[in-house]
């Protein structure tokens, strides 16, 4: 399946997130050999990188790792083809503009039907690709949209539209998905297949909090947090981080999202969560 991967900081901090050891989760070994993307959310606009290649023989990833750049909230994808073709249209994240906002969503799972609902005439919003998970992202703006009307809606308002299209869109298949407004990351947990073939948790989520002024051993101290090819360049011992992927990329304790579950990130925090 694919991989997803999202970090959101109080602070802006550098995060080596796709070192080699993680672009080798987009190599043929693994199967995901047909895309990637990464996005860097700058305010209300995104800062997006991604191919139609495999991630583990980029050379776009060493020029991604050279700049490292400081960012609050981060958003990865690496894809392994259910629907559509291998192309740079059906390579995630995806991005649209919304109440002058750029949003962004990756997906992670196979849903049936969705690309026929969203080829309604009426549609405010259209895929340029032919994936289950562009389409399901329309779909998705096309709820929010009056939401967005002339004014920022608030954050209760977005969570509840949000939980009910997924419930919605948990019948037809996989649904896993990452999906951020600029102010906040969204993140829905449902099921994952393993490799033996049996159903697990579809997204784990990390919070780590450094508590200002306390004490930091030598080795806590500006050392970067490694494993699995994630690295964490802390900046400032007062970070506090939240990471979510599809299977954890970090030492440390991760939770499980229970089926149907959709935690919300701000500024490294949990901002709110409703159980499935």
């Known amino acids: 399946m694919c991989e997803l991967f ?4 109080r602070k802006p901090m550098r995060a080596s997130f796709s070192l080699r050891k ?11 050999v047909d895309g990637w993307g990464v996005a860097f959310h700058e305010g209300h606009e995104v800062r997006l990188y991604k191919e139609p290649e495999p991630a583990s023989h980029s050379p776009w990833l060493d020029f991604i790792e050279r700049r490292t750049l400081p960012t609050r909230q981060l958003v990865s994808h690496i894809r ?35 690309v026929t609902r969203a080829a309604e005439p009426a549609h ?15 779909l998705l703006l096309e709820r929010l949209a009056p939401l967005w ?32 407004d600029g ?10 297949r393993g490799s033996d073939g ?3 948790p579809g997204l784990w989520f990390r919070h780590r909090h450094r508590a200002e002024g306390a004490h930091r051993t030598g080795a806590e101290h500006g050392t ?29 304790h991760w939770r499980p999202l229970a089926e149907g579950e959709i935690v919300v990130l701000a500024a490294g925090e949990l901002a709110a969560t409703t159980a499935g």
Do not use: I, W
């Not at 999202?6 to 900081?9: F, H, I, V």
């Not at 002339?150 to 949000?162: A, K, N």
């Open 6 to 9: 999202c970090l959101s900081a």
């Open 22 to 32: 993680f672009a080798g989760h987009g190599g043929a070994d693994t199967g995901n």
């Open 80 to 114: 392994r083809a259910t629907q559509g073709g291998n192309s740079l249209a059906n390579t995630q994240p995806f991005v649209r503009e919304l109440g002058g906002r750029t949003h962004l969503f990756a997906h992670n799972g196979d849903l049936k039907d969705v």
């Open 124 to 138: 405010r919003f259209h895929p340029v690709g032919q994936t289950d998970s562009e389409s399901a992202f329309c």
């Open 149 to 180: 009307h002339r004014r920022v809606p608030p954050l209760g308002l977005r969570l509840e539209t949000l939980a009910a299209f997924a419930a919605e869109m948990r019948p037809l298949g996989t649904f896993n998905f990452l999906y951020s």
């Open 183 to 192: 102010e906040f990351v969204f993140g829905h947990g449902h099921r994952r």
């Open 198 to 200: 049996s159903m697990g």
């Open 224 to 252: 970067p947090e490694s494993e699995a090819g994630v690295a964490l360049h802390p900046t400032d011992d007062a970070q506090d981080l939240s990471l979510l992927a599809s299977v954890p990329v970090t030492a440390g």
